[in-house]
């Protein structure tokens, strides 16, 4: 099984590194956006990957505070962009 | 009367107390995994943040129908799964097939709680997405405007209803199908 | 034959599941053509992927309690993403961004 969740945690890995692809595009700051919240998703299953892979049950409430933090930056986000339209 | 009313208020305050007190514990049990030595620093949080939640929202947040919060799960789980399979095949095949567009969908169900609900579950259902939110209608971007969209929203509208308690007709007695 | 055989063979093809998902999703943001069609491949993709690991991670963690706080958690990513979604596209649509109908292809 330690194989198994090795190779996931490797693929979500990569998942982000195709998301940054993203960021360097853009072409908008909406879309660079996009890949910070893919970050957010990546980032709490990594961190429950690697909970259960290390045994370190402290991790899973890392990733319950990623989970909570993923939704303030979007709405961070989201302010920042109108705030600079005005 | 007036007596009644009060007593009627009251009431419904406790409950809600309770209601919010019993569910913070829960959550504390769960996020603690139920470890021993967390159970009494748990005490104080738990009440403090039930007080806290009272204060920031005193009326009652959601009033969901159990069975039709059940149904609504079921119906949930199945939909979000087809979303992602959906989703994923478009982005991985060669062609991918996309004919997307923005359509207005005219809401019937009443109440801020009910339309923010079906707001948020469109984005997870297959192929459409919420961009907007009006005093009328729900404006939804979607993947595929071949499919039945305002047939599918309609049926999600229905479920959403049914979740909060009332009932909506389907959109076919309205003649619009 | 014993239960763990078949639990682990399950957990097997939820964690194969989930990567495919991650991967779908991240290759969706990358060749979708605008910022809506994006947000859809970011936000069902990548939440059915969590989900899918969550629940690998649950039946391998053997623990009730384990399994509601992995529930917990993908249930605030789901909730968190939806409000996200929202918020992203609204603002895109307040910022005029069009969205790609398939002309010019």
């Known amino acids: 099984m330690t194989l198994a969740l090795q190779a996931l945690a490797v693929t979500i890995l990569l998942s982000v590194a195709i998301g940054i692809y993203r960021i360097e595009r853009g072409p908008t700051g909406t879309d660079r956006m996009l890949s910070a919240m893919l970050f957010g ?41 109108w705030g600079a339209d005005d | 009367m007036s007596g009644n009313i009060t007593t009627t208020v009251t009431a419904a305050r406790l409950r809600r107390i309770v209601n919010r007190t019993a569910l913070l514990a829960l959550v504390w049990l769960v996020v603690t995994e139920a470890d021993t030595h967390s159970l009494v620093p748990g005490v104080p ?42 989703v994923a095949l478009r982005a991985i095949r060669p062609s991918m097939p996309l004919q997307p567009a923005i359509i207005r969908y005219p809401l019937r169900v009443t109440g801020r709680w009910p339309r923010v ?23 939804v971007h979607v993947l595929d405007c071949s499919r039945p969209v305002m047939r599918e929203l309609a049926d999600v509208e229905c479920r959403v209803a049914d979740l909060f308690g009332s009932n909506l007709p389907p959109l076919e007695e309205e003649g619009a199908a | 034959m014993s ?103």
């Not at chain 2, 009652?60 to 399979?85: C, I, N, T």
């Not at chain 3, 239960?3 to 682990?8: E, I, R, S």
């Open chain 2, 117 to 139: 609900f079906l707001t948020n579950t469109i984005s997870m259902l297959p192929g459409t997405l919420s961009s907007r939110l009006d005093d009328e209608a729900i404006e």
């Open chain 1, 41 to 81: 998703t990546s980032g709490v299953a990594l961190t429950l990957v690697l909970a259960e892979l290390t045994r370190l049950g402290g991790l899973r409430d890392m990733g319950l505070t990623f989970a909570l933090l993923g939704a303030l930056t979007s709405v961070a986000f989201v302010k920042r962009a």
């Open chain 3, 3 to 105: 239960w763990q055989w078949v639990v682990d063979g399950v957990s097997y093809v939820l964690f194969a599941a989930s990567g495919f998902f991650f991967l779908a999703g991240s290759v969706g943001l990358v060749r979708f053509p605008d910022v809506y069609t994006r947000l859809h491949a970011l936000t069902k993709s990548d939440n059915l992927g969590l989900g899918l690991a969550v629940a690998g991670l649950s039946l391998q963690s053997g623990s009730w309690i384990v399994a509601l706080k992995l529930l917990l958690t993908w249930m605030i990513v789901i909730v968190a993403g939806a409000t996200a979604c929202y918020l992203v596209a609204n603002s895109a649509r307040d910022s005029e961004i069009e969205p790609w109908t398939g002309e010019g292809r």
């Open chain 2, 45 to 86: 949080i738990v009440i403090a943040g039930a007080a806290l939640s009272l204060v920031l929202s005193p009326d009652s947040l959601m009033a969901v129908h159990p069975m039709g919060a059940l149904r609504f799960v079921r119906f949930f789980a199945v939909q979000s799964v087809l979303g992602g399979v959906d």
